[in-house]
C-alpha cells in the first residue's frame, strides 16, 4: 500500500467533460488526511473513509480549503504524500499550499 502524489486521472476527464465549473460558488473542496497505509494516487476517484486518519480535532471527511462547484461530493481532485505518517501532539497541523499561480499552484494544467 502506499500513496503516491498525482492528479487524479478521473479528474483530468471530468474536466474535459465539462463536469467541474470553478467560477461557481455552492460546492466545497476538502482536504482528508490519510495514513500510509491508505492506497491513494492517480487511479483513486473519489473519497473514502478507507485508513483516514482519525484524533481529536480530526473531522471525518476533512477540512474545507475553498468553495466552487464540482459534479459530485465525493470526487477526488488530487492526492498529495507527505512521505509517511505525520503527527501533532500540541497544535494544529498546518499545510503551506504553493502560490496559486500558473508555475507553483498544486493545481496546474500545462
Do not use: W
Not at 58 to 71: F, M, N, R, V
Amino acid at each position: 500500500m502506499a500513496i503516491t502524489q498525482a492528479m487524479c486521472t478521473s479528474f483530468k476527464q471530468e474536466l474535459l467533460e465539462g463536469k467541474h465549473d470553478f467560477r461557481t460558488s455552492g460546492h466545497t473542496f476538502n482536504i482528508a488526511l490519510f495514513t500510509s497505509s491508505a492506497t491513494l494516487g492517480a487511479s483513486t476517484t473519489d473519497y473514502s473513509t478507507t485508513n483516514e486518519v482519525s484524533g481529536t480535532g480530526y473531522t471525518a471527511g476533512g477540512q474545507a480549503l475553498t468553495t466552487a462547484g464540482g459534479s459530485s461530493t465525493t470526487d477526488a481532485v488530487i492526492v498529495l504524500a507527505f512521505g509517511g505518517d505525520k503527527t501533532s501532539t500540541a497544535g494544529d497541523f498546518t499545510i503551506q499550499f504553493p502560490t496559486a499561480d500558473a508555475s507553483n499552484a498544486i493545481i496546474r494544467i500545462a
